[in-house]
């Protein structure tokens, strides 16, 4: 969906709430052109994947055996907090 700078400007908070909790991808124009593109970043939060996962039998065991792991790598890359945000330096 298209959303003109102006409409940015002005609302960038109900710009922002449709990428996150609508998943849209909003191309943003301005002067006629589209100059960016706001879209909900891959992946998902730990606290997603485990909710997702219970669901389908996943236990309190198996939740334990993940966040080892999931702590484990993001020692090495970097992780991602509830918000989704992407962080790598361990704080």
């Known amino acids: 969906m298209i959303v003109t ?4 400007a002005k609302g960038c ?8 909790h609508g998943g849209e991808v909003l ?5 006629g052109k589209i100059v960016a593109v706001i879209q909900p970043c891959a992946g ?7 909710r997702l996962l219970r669901g389908r039998g996943f236990n309190t065991k ?3 055996e993940m966040k ?12 991602a907090n ?3 945000d992407r962080r790598t330096d361990g704080g």
């Open 5 to 8: 700078a102006t409409e940015l």
């Open 62 to 64: 198996d939740a334990a």
């Open 82 to 84: 509830e918000y989704g």
């Open 13 to 20: 908070k109900g710009v922002l709430d449709r990428v996150l």
């Open 68 to 79: 080892a792991a999931a702590d484990g790598a993001s020692n090495v890359i970097g992780y």
């Open 27 to 31: 191309e943003i124009q301005r002067h």
């Open 44 to 50: 998902a939060t730990r606290a997603e994947i485990v």
